[in-house]
Each structure stands twice: as structure tokens, then as C-alpha cells.
């Protein structure tokens, strides 16, 4: 099972908006609704930010979301703030049963 | 307040054997999967394998990367999840982390890590 597909980075300036893709297959991404994206700072453990494709547990701003299109999902975070920068993963659950990660994406905010 | 305390990293040899264990306080996990993620220094993260609740017979899953190697169970008694880790790798060196996602009110709960380093 290949890795997720995400960029290695981006960037954008406080109150902006900025979105993050993960590539998959129609065996992952594409073929269920169980995408996770989560969010990690350094030195920490990762923290869930969108499950399910486009769910948002308790607790988390309504400055993220989550979308998808055929083997591509999306994680679009609006209003940028400079505590929003950190490492994004994307996760989904595959065909074999299993989970795959993405590489990870480093988001700057200018 | 639920907490997951990892315990049992180290050093171990490169063929050698090592047991985390991830205790949940504050909540019982007994309902939830639990799986095992890892992540190298300055890496990604990479997912090691889960096991399911009793009402779905424990069932296991693991990555090629440790499928033979590593095996995952669980004692819901004491609220405690294990990764036995047999065979390791040079490659097998991160930072282990438990992690289950509570459906019911979305929580999803992360241990702190255990350092396991393959070395000889």
C-alpha cells in the first residue's frame, strides 16, 4: 500500500485561505468515506481535525474543513492564523483493511 | 480526563524483541479500535497495524512493512493495548504512538510516544 499523495508544503498569509490535497486510489481515497486529517505540532502528538471526509470533532474550529473528489480529498483551512502552522497528514482506510498515511504537508503562514 | 500512557520503549538490538504498552485512564476503551502509529525522527507518520473491539472478535490489521513481525492485543480488564515487536529493524526506530477515536462524541485520544531505537 503506496502513500497518500499530499504536497510538500504551502503557505499563506494570516486570514487567508489555503488548501491541501491528498492523492489516493479508487482502493483508498476514492473507494470510502473514511478520510482523517490531523494536525501536528513539533514535538507533539498529532491531533484529529476532520474524520470521515468532511466531519469536525467537538473542540475544533469551523475554520477547517474537509472535502472530496473522486481519489483526491481536501483540507481547506479559511482565516489563516499563525497558530495554524504545523505538519498536516491525511489518512484514509483502504481495501486491504488497513490505513495509509500521506507524506505530510508543512504549512507556513507568512 | 482520558489519558493513553504509553510505557516500554528503548534500545534494542537489530533482531531483537520489545512490548509497548498503552494504558487508558479516565475512559474505557473496551468499544473502540486501537491502533499503533509510528513516525521516525523528522518523518512522516506511518500506521502500524489495529485491533478491533471484542464485538468484532479483536480482529487485526498490519502494513506489509511489519505484517509477521508485530502483533497487536489487547486486555480490555485493564484498559490496556500492546504492540509486540519482533524482528527489528534499524528501520523499526520512531516514536510509537496508540490512538483510539471514540465514535460517540468524536474524541480521539493519542499516547505521548515511546522511543524505540534499533541499534546495535
Known amino acids: 500500500q503506496s502513500a497518500l499523495t499530499q504536497p510538500a508544503s504551502v503557505s499563506g498569509s494570516p486570514g487567508q485561505s489555503i488548501t491541501i490535497s491528498c492523492t489516493g486510489t479508487?482502493?483508498?481515497?476514492?473507494?470510502?468515506?473514511?478520510v482523517s486529517w490531523f494536525q501536528q505540532h513539533p514535538g507533539l502528538a498529532p491531533k484529529l481535525m476532520v474524520y470521515d471526509v468532511s466531519s469536525r470533532p467537538s473542540g475544533v474550529s469551523n475554520r477547517f474543513s474537509g472535502s472530496k473528489s473522486g481519489n483526491t480529498a481536501s483540507l481547506t483551512i479559511s482565516g489563516l492564523q499563525a497558530e495554524d502552522e504545523a505538519d498536516y497528514y491525511c489518512?484514509?482506510?483502504?481495501?486491504?483493511?488497513?490505513?495509509?498515511f500521506g507524506g505530510g504537508t508543512k504549512l507556513t503562514v507568512l | 480526563e482520558v489519558q493513553l500512557v504509553e510505557s516500554g520503549g528503548g534500545l534494542v538490538q537489530p533482531g531483537g524483541s520489545l512490548k509497548l504498552s498503552c494504558a487508558a485512564s479516565?475512559?474505557?476503551?473496551?468499544?473502540?479500535?486501537i491502533h499503533w502509529v509510528r513516525q521516525a525522527s523528522g518523518k512522516g507518520l506511518e500506521w502500524v497495524g489495529r485491533?478491533?473491539?471484542?464485538?468484532?472478535?479483536?480482529?487485526?490489521a498490519y502494513p506489509a512493512s511489519v505484517k509477521g513481525r508485530f502483533t497487536i492485543s489487547r486486555d480490555d480488564s485493564k484498559n490496556t493495548a500492546y504492540l509486540q515487536m519482533n524482528s527489528l529493524k534499524t528501520e523499526d526506530t520512531a516514536v510509537y504512538y496508540c490512538?483510539?477515536?471514540?465514535?460517540?462524541?468524536?474524541?480521539?485520544?493519542w499516547g505521548q510516544g515511546s522511543l524505540v531505537t534499533v541499534s546495535s
Open positions: 479508487s482502493s483508498d481515497v476514492g473507494g470510502y468515506n473514511y
Open positions: 489518512s484514509s482506510y483502504t481495501s486491504s483493511d488497513t490505513r495509509v
Open positions: 490512538k483510539y477515536f471514540d465514535r460517540s462524541d468524536s474524541s480521539d485520544y
Open positions: 479516565g475512559s474505557t476503551f473496551s468499544g473502540s479500535d
Open positions: 485491533i478491533r473491539s471484542k464485538a468484532d472478535r479483536y480482529a487485526t
